[in-house]
């Protein structure tokens, strides 16, 4: 499989990391691209530089690379997620923009018909955010709002965080068992 991850400015820059790391054990082709501003939020966040980062994918393109493969409908990409989403890329990618190679691949999922999940990290919504969620949705993405269950009564941060991220991988179609999946424990042969 062949998964392009696209990581932008907004907080949540754990959840991007942890999805990479995540796909790596998987043995997924990975795609990267970071926004700049994404970068200073990780540093931030996460702690890492930018090549422990970079080496967590198959292949990195810099946000203004528009010549990069994932660029073109004719290169197969099974999946894009855009972990974190900005409220500004959720918007160009909900009204078609295309600002740089983020925008351009989940621009290309969305017209090839490919899974497109936007994991939108913002609280609280105004409705422009709302109704650019419904766009992005009608669209054919998978739009995820950063928000953790507790159900599976997390004792850690992480366990928090590699939850959410077991769910994204869920959603792209991936098969794991990283989570602890709700009901398991009530099914007997």
């Known amino acids: 499989m062949r998964?392009?991850?696209g990581v932008?400015?907004?907080s949540g820059a754990i959840y991007a990391v942890r999805l990479l790391e995540y796909l790596r054990k998987l043995n997924v082709e990975v795609h990267l691209s970071v926004s700049r501003t994404a970068w200073k939020i990780v540093k931030h966040e996460v702690g890492l530089d930018r090549d422990s980062v970079i080496s967590l994918a198959d292949y990195y393109w810099e946000e203004d690379d528009l010549e990069a493969p994932p660029a073109s409908g004719s290169?197969?990409?099974d999946a894009v997620a855009v972990v974190p989403c900005s409220t500004k890329t959720l918007?160009?990618?909900?009204?078609?923009?295309t600002t740089n190679l983020i925008?351009?691949?989940a621009e290309v999922a969305l017209k090839e018909r490919r899974r497109l999940v936007l994991v939108v990290r913002e609280s609280p919504l105004s409705l422009v955010?709302?109704?650019n969620m419904e766009l992005a949705t009608v669209a054919g993405a998978v739009v995820m709002p950063a928000a953790p269950p507790f159900y599976h009564k997390p004792k850690t941060l992480e366990e928090l965080i590699d939850f959410f991220v077991g769910r994204i991988l869920d959603v792209l179609g991936l098969e794991h068992d990283f989570i602890r999946r709700w009901g398991?424990?009530?099914?007997?042969?």
Not at 91 to 97: F, P, Q, S
Not at 184 to 189: G, H, S
């Open 184 to 189: 398991r424990d009530r099914l007997r042969k």
């Open 91 to 97: 918007a160009a990618i909900a009204n078609g923009l």
């Open 103 to 105: 925008t351009r691949a």
């Open 3 to 5: 998964i392009f991850v």
């Open 129 to 131: 955010h709302i109704r």
């Open 8 to 10: 932008t400015g907004a």
């Open 75 to 77: 290169f197969r990409i």
